[in-house]
């Protein structure tokens, strides 16, 4: 009668065992787990953005101690894919004005663009 009643509560005991490890836990991956860069703080829903000045580093990095890919002009056109602070991760939807290829990603200063919403 004891073995019976030790086995009796050994079962709920163990189903909850069970249960727990069937459990898992999944968190939002990380900007940059999501063909994002990983230097961003804020994702944006892919907003299109127009430059609005002419001369506008297109850097490797948010900040001016970064390295300039180029330069890009007024009326060149990207899509903002994150940013952080002042600066705007974004992707050239269209070869710019001084030559840097479409599709290039790079750094921009978000003050130097106009932006049109997604």
């Not at 065992?17 to 939002?28: G, I, K, R, S, Y």
């Not at 994002?36 to 990095?61: I, L």
């Not at 056109?77 to 991760?89: E, F, I, P, Q």
Request: aromatic letters at 10%; glycine letters at 10%.
């Amino acid at each position: 009668m004891i073995r019976n009643l030790a086995l009796r509560s050994a079962a709920p005991a163990a189903l909850a065992l069970v249960a727990a490890a069937a459990l898992t836990v999944t968190t939002a991956p990380a900007a940059h787990a999501v063909g994002e860069h990983s230097k961003c703080t804020v994702n944006w829903a892919n907003y299109r953005a127009t430059v609005a000045k002419n001369a506008w580093n297109y850097r490797t990095g948010p900040g001016t101690a970064y390295t300039s890919r180029g330069y890009l002009y007024r009326g060149d056109k990207l899509t903002v894919l994150c940013s952080r602070g002042d600066w705007a991760y974004s992707q050239l939807t269209q070869r710019s004005k001084s030559g840097i290829a479409k599709g290039t990603k790079g750094w921009v200063r978000d003050d130097g663009l106009y932006q049109l919403g997604g």
